[in-house]
């Protein structure tokens, strides 16, 4: 199968959730099969990361420890709010910075 370049493809590219449109970062807001001569092919890897990123995985955000009936994933976000919510069903948003992982030997 041959890949289709296209800006539902590209690194340049962001979905909109109303319609298949794509805002594009150089052209605008573009269809989904539009394609233009700034096309950059987008990882795979590089794209399912950013459908993951999800609240539990921010460095700004803080579980709670002091509700250990409730699951682990409740806590606040350091920037935004002091109200609890679960994070790992919640999306992250653009300030997100991904927690470094200390590696304990």
Known sequence: MKHVKS???CANGLTNNLNKDILCKIKGVVSYDFGCSKYKAISKTRSLLAQRN???DCEFYIID???SVEPLAIGF???FTVRKFNGEMKNACSKFVRKSE???S
């Open 7 to 9: 800006c539902s493809t």
């Open 54 to 56: 999800k609240c539990m």
């Open 65 to 67: 420890a002091a509700n």
């Open 77 to 79: 976000c350091q920037l």
């Open 102 to 104: 200390s590696i304990v």
